[in-house]
């Protein structure tokens, strides 16, 4: 249903992202050449999930965010690819902090944003911040994007 572009058949507003996500990675993932069907879907994933890495998350929190939305929205591709960055960053110092922060987004996620003072400061106690907390929601909604196209492509 979905093509497997290349920089040569994808839509011209596609092609710069692509390039650089190549360089990037060595190759053209295919939920990448798959989601260039929509340049503006492409363009706004690849900005969010930068813009993810650069919050006051510490990469082991980013990951856990990552994982819990791809393993919620059951992307499979999604999973193995942050299982992998997460095994890669060695294990953490405070695993009950990853924890939280798991913990922390499924609420995020089950009540649409409205989780109750008291999650909030649970998550708080585990050294999270309210910029933490908003920078959950944003990790939550790039990954949304990317698990949700990658499923609706059959990305595998």
């Known amino acids: 249903m979905f093509t497997d572009h290349t920089v040569e058949t994808a839509p011209d507003a596609s ?3 692509m390039e650089k996500v190549t360089a990037a990675w060595g190759h053209l993932p295919q939920a990448v050449a798959r989601m260039a069907e929509s340049p503006h879907a492409l363009d706004g994933f690849l900005r969010m999930s930068a813009l993810f890495e650069t919050t006051t998350l510490d990469p082991h929190s980013r990951e856990t965010v990552i994982l819990t939305v791809a393993e919620r929205n059951q992307c499979h591709l999604c999973v193995e690819l942050h299982e992998r960055k997460l095994t ?3 294990p953490a110092e405070k695993p ?3 924890e939280a922060v798991r913990r ?3 609420q995020v996620l089950a ?3 409205a989780v109750s003072d008291a999650q909030l400061e649970r998550f708080f106690a585990h050294g999270y ?3 933490n907390a908003l920078e959950v929601v944003l990790g939550i909604g790039a990954y949304t994007l990317s698990t949700l196209a990658n499923r609706l ?3 595998v």
């Open 15 to 17: 092609r710069r992202p």
């Open 88 to 90: 890669g960053l060695g």
């Open 96 to 98: 009950e902090r990853l």
């Open 104 to 106: 922390f987004t499924h």
């Open 111 to 113: 009540a649409s944003g």
């Open 129 to 131: 911040t309210r910029q």
């Open 153 to 155: 492509t059959r990305s």
